[in-house]
């Protein structure tokens, strides 16, 4: 089983479709998906997405893109609603350098109100990151130094400082499409020696769908194709490499749990309130 660990259900790309897309991300081997949270005043439509579907799951934040619209959000506000069974992340949060839709100091400020709530729930930290390598690597450690907390950088497209930047504060990293993409040699190589057991995958669907399928829109099904990529790059069979990142979810993403008799949403072990990596 494949899990794709950040897609976006909630965008209009899917209004209407969302029966058939998870349809077939069930018939892909996608057994299980984390639709992200962009902006907090939206929660609730990307709440009941994931209360509507047994195999969907979702998190609760402010995209770096809207920090300056949602700049008052405060980690107590992430946490209250983090407390919900299906939530079992705090972001997507960051940093944005390329577009810069906000401010730097805002994306930073919310940043690091979103990493106070990772640390305090024990959830994992979405982390965005475009064109801010650095800033990004330096927040990271410098909350990592006032107290442990999980999280992942999606979508990996950085260069190799930041994976082992990461690597070394526990943080796990996301391969999306971008790792299938012919240009894409650099973000290859700077993933090259990240332990197997840092990685994940998946789409950000609706955006960067993977070849073969570039130029259509992404959907979850699609990320049979990039982790079929990763598993030759990484000399392994598709099997194992599934079995490997799947795992590597349930371990970053302990909240939740495989749709089945006596399962539950949220029956997985959970640190609590300062859980380290």
Avoid: W
């Avoid at 909630?10 to 991300?25: C, K, M, N, S, T």
């Avoid at 955006?207 to 570039?214: C, D, E, G, T, V």
């Amino acid at each position: 089983m494949l899990v794709d660990s950040h897609c976006h259900l909630d965008f209009e790309d899917f209004a209407g479709q969302r029966d058939a897309v998870i349809a077939r991300a069930k018939e892909a081997g996608v057994g299980l998906m984390v639709t992200i949270g962009t902006r907090v005043a939206k929660f609730a439509e990307v709440r009941a997405i994931a209360e509507r579907y047994e195999t969907v799951y979702c998190s609760v934040g402010t995209h770096p893109h809207h920090a300056a619209e949602e700049a008052g959000v405060r980690a107590d506000q992430l946490i209250k609603l983090a407390a919900h069974p299906k939530v079992v992340a705090i972001g997507e949060t960051g940093l944005d350098y390329h577009y810069e839709h906000s401010p730097r100091d805002a994306q930073q400020a919310l940043f690091r109100q979103h990493i106070a709530a990772a640390r305090q729930t024990g959830l994992p930290l979405i982390v965005h990151s475009r064109n801010a390598d650095r800033d990004t690597g330096d927040i990271l450690a410098e909350e990592m130094a006032k107290g442990p907390f999980k999280g992942l950088i999606h979508c990996f497209s950085s260069g190799q400082q930041l994976a082992e930047k990461a690597v070394k504060l526990g943080i796990y990293i996301s391969l999306s499409g971008i790792f299938t993409f012919k240009n894409a040699s650099a973000v290859r190589e700077a993933v090259r020696a990240v332990p197997l057991d840092r990685l994940l995958v998946e789409t950000d669907a609706p955006y960067l769908a993977p070849a073969p399928m570039r130029g259509k829109r992404n959907e979850p099904a699609f990320t049979a194709h990039t982790a079929a990529a990763a598993a030759d790059f990484f000399g392994l069979e598709m099997e194992d490499f599934a079995r490997r990142t799947t795992a590597n979810f349930f371990r970053l993403f302990d909240k939740a749990a495989l749709p089945g008799p006596g399962a539950h949403p949220g029956q997985g072990a959970h640190p609590g309130p300062g859980g380290a990596p």
